[in-house]
C-alpha cells in the first residue's frame, strides 16, 4: 500500500543541525511533489516546504528559509530535509506528504501523510 | 500571504448530531480547499480536496461546500470515531495555509 515513513528525529541543541528523511512505497515516488509540513507540540499544522517531482523546483516558508534544505533521491524512493541553525521554535513533528496528481507541482491536495518523525530542539 | 480562519474554535455535539465547520481565506482561493482529521497523538488524515470531493476511502457521511472564500464541511450523523480536530488548508499558491484546527468532543 502507499506509504510514507518518516525518520531521522530527535533531541539536538540549539544551533545544530539534523537531517529528516521521508521513505516512499508502494507508489511511483519520482512522479510526484513531496511537502514537508510541522506541527508544534500542542499547535496547528504549519506548511514547510515543497520539491517538484524532479527536484528542480523547490520552495520554503519564511520561517525556515535559508536554513532548511529539500532534497531528494528518486533512485532511493527517498525526501529529505536537511535542519541547519535549529532554535527551540523548530521543536514539533515534522511529517512529510505527498500531492494527489502525478507531475503536478502547483493547486493540488494532499493525499498521503506519513506518521510523522518528532524533533526537540533543547539544551 | 492567504490566511484562513475556522469556525468555530470548537465544539461540544452528541453521536448522531450533525456538524458544521466553517472555513474562511483572507482572499478568492477559488476551490482550492482541503480538509483533514486528527486525532491525538496521530498524523492527519486527508478528507477532502477541491473543496467539495471525498478521498478515497473517506466516508460519504462527510461532506464539503464552498468556493472564493467561505466553505464548509458537513459530519452528517457524527460517531464516535469522528472526535477529532479538523483542519482546513488551502493550495491556491505558496506558501500553502492551514486554519487554526475545530476541536469536536463529546457533548
Known amino acids: 500500500q502507499v506509504q510514507l515513513v518518516e525518520s531521522g528525529g530527535g533531541v539536538v541543541q540549539p544551533g545544530r543541525s539534523l537531517r529528516l528523511s521521508c521513505a516512499a512505497s508502494?507508489?511511483?515516488?519520482?512522479?510526484?511533489?513531496m511537502h514537508w509540513v510541522r506541527q508544534a507540540p500542542g499547535k496547528g499544522l504549519e506548511w514547510l516546504a515543497v520539491?517538484?517531482?524532479?527536484?528542480?523546483?523547490?520552495k520554503y516558508t519564511d520561517s525556515v528559509k535559508g536554513r532548511f534544505t529539500l532534497s531528494r533521491d528518486n533512485s532511493k524512493n527517498t525526501l529529505y530535509l536537511q535542519m541547519n541553525s535549529l532554535r527551540a521554535e523548530d521543536t514539533a513533528v515534522y511529517y512529510c506528504?505527498?500531492?494527489?496528481?502525478?507531475?503536478?507541482?502547483?493547486?493540488?491536495?494532499?493525499?498521503?501523510w506519513g506518521q510523522g518523525t518528532m524533533v526537540t530542539v533543547s539544551s | 500571504d492567504i490566511q484562513m480562519t475556522q469556525s468555530p474554535s470548537s465544539l461540544s455535539a452528541s453521536v448522531g448530531d450533525r456538524v458544521t465547520i466553517t472555513c474562511r481565506a483572507s482572499?478568492?482561493?477559488?476551490?482550492?480547499l482541503a480538509w483533514f482529521q486528527q486525532k491525538p497523538g496521530k498524523a492527519p488524515k486527508s478528507l477532502i480536496y477541491?473543496?467539495?470531493s471525498l478521498q478515497s476511502g473517506v466516508p460519504s457521511k462527510f461532506s464539503g461546500s464552498g468556493s472564493g472564500t467561505d466553505f464548509t464541511l458537513t459530519i452528517s450523523s457524527l460517531q464516535p470515531e469522528d472526535f477529532a480536530t479538523y483542519y482546513c488548508?488551502?493550495?491556491?499558491?505558496?506558501?500553502?495555509?492551514f486554519g487554526p484546527g475545530t476541536k469536536v468532543d463529546v457533548k
Open positions: 508502494g507508489f511511483t515516488f519520482s512522479n510526484y511533489a
Open positions: 488548508q488551502h493550495y491556491h499558491s505558496y506558501p500553502f495555509t
Open positions: 520539491i517538484s517531482y524532479d527536484g528542480s523546483n523547490k
Open positions: 477541491d473543496a467539495s
Open positions: 482572499q478568492d482561493i477559488s476551490n482550492y
Open positions: 506528504a505527498k500531492f494527489r496528481s502525478s507531475r503536478y507541482y502547483y493547486s493540488d491536495a494532499f493525499d498521503i
